[in-house]
């Protein structure tokens, strides 16, 4: 009989997660949701270094309760938790045997890594031909910087966007979150998604997936590149607004701050309207973007005098009834009080195996026929290492000299 969740669009399939912080274990919670097994292998705690907790220091970051960060019980639901000392020949035996079931392998080490534990993709694959490698890192396996540290902050100035986050002249800032990490996480998981269904059609070869922070970043910065090319242009910081596109920016309000996109034709001619200003709904040069762009200037002063004298939601509901693109900043308190949010199940509340519910983002994206699900919460560190050897056919005996031996915990 099939289980309850059989009809998951990636059931059956077994993840061997052996990354920690962010890239690879978002990567490995994308899949989870929609059904995939996640084993995710996690140091145990170092003797050596007494007062040290084991595992993946995601569980030790930002705000903590009782003794586990919040973070951690969006990050690792769905997973199994198996401590395993890498360093150790037994350890690393233990991960090839887990490995040679598996259907995927993420990990997000430094490249050299893997090869130095004897598990280069050669290696793997002899043991396991279908095997998906999915390899996130700083630089990607090859190149001159390939050997580099790197972090999803990194990536973020490589790949050109810390330069544009930025009031002009002034310091490039942070995105608020490691959204480089996610977007390498993201293109990890169609990169798996993509191999998956490639080994099913053809043939069942696997291969391997080379995801490097600073070339997702680069992947999504638009145009940056082809207006260099063709133009010489250096696209530089332009604070809210969005270079060559009119008008769009974020406007001070009473109580706040909205961001109003009116940089379609027929949007912009309605929004002008709505704020008063028919001499520019009307002027024949700012019927396209290419006349806004050139008076974006005095066209951001016309909204930016208009908004200051109202508050956020009195500009909402104007411009809402003028059908103009319009939206106030979101806190997180805004964002657990919307009914929006409440009505599309993008808070959902998560028994924690610490006995407290948290409130949680929800799945993306929505599947009509095989929605994503939280069938388990985050483990604690070791939670599954028993149930998951004795699966791969270790004794109770074996599994007990490998706990005395510091190889599991």
Request: with cysteine.
């Amino acid at each position: 009989m099939d289980s309850p969740f059989s009809s998951s669009a990636l059931h059956g399939v077994r993840v061997i997660e052996m990354g920690q912080l962010i890239a690879g274990p978002f990567c490995g919670k994308t899949l989870g949701e929609f059904g995939a097994e996640i084993i995710k292998i996690e140091a145990p705690a170092d003797p050596e270094r007494p007062g040290v907790p084991g595992g993946d220091p995601l569980r030790n970051w930002r705000l903590i309760k009782e003794g586990t960060s919040v973070w951690w019980q969006v990050q690792s639901r769905n997973k199994r938790s198996v401590a395993l000392d890498l360093r150790q020949a037994e350890g690393q035996d233990i991960a090839r045997r887990l490995i040679a079931e598996a259907d995927v392998l993420i990990e997000n080490f430094r490249p050299g890594t893997l090869e130095g534990w004897g598990m280069s993709p050669d290696e793997l694959h002899a043991l396991n031909p279908g095997l998906v490698i999915l390899r996130i890192s700083g630089y990607g396996q090859t190149g001159p910087y390939r050997d580099l540290p790197g972090f999803g902050v990194i990536g973020e100035a490589m790949g050109g966007l810390r330069h544009l986050t930025a009031e002009p002249g002034r310091v490039p800032v942070r995105v608020g979150v490691s959204i480089g990490d996610t977007l390498a996480a993201l293109h990890g998981a169609i990169g798996v998604l993509t191999a998956l269904y490639h080994r099913k059609v053809n043939g069942g070869q696997g291969q391997v997936i080379d995801v490097a922070l600073h070339e997702a970043v680069f992947n999504v910065m638009e145009s940056l590149i082809p207006e260099y090319s063709a133009f010489g242009a250096v696209r530089e910081a332009a604070g809210s607004a969005l270079p060559g596109i009119a008008p769009s920016n974020a406007y001070p309000c009473t109580d706040g701050w909205v961001l109003v996109a009116g940089n379609g034709d027929s949007i912009f001619k309605r929004l002008m309207t709505a704020i008063g200003r028919q001499d520019l709904a009307d002027a024949p040069d700012l019927g396209s973007n290419a006349g806004r762009v050139a008076r974006v200037a005095e066209i951001d002063a016309a909204i930016g005098t208009w908004t200051a004298a109202r508050s956020v939601q009195q500009v909402m509901e104007t411009l809402g009834g003028a059908r103009v693109p319009a939206g106030k900043v979101y806190t997180a308190r805004d964002i657990a009080e919307d009914p929006h949010y409440q009505a599309r199940d993008m808070l959902l509340t998560q028994q924690t195996r610490d006995g407290y519910s948290v409130q949680v983002p929800g799945i993306v994206p929505k599947l009509s026929g095989t929605p994503g699900s939280i069938r388990t919460s985050a483990p604690h560190l070791g939670d599954d290492t028993d149930a998951v050897l004795a699966e791969a056919g270790l004794t109770a005996e074996q599994i007990g000299l490998l706990r005395s031996k510091g190889v599991i915990q």
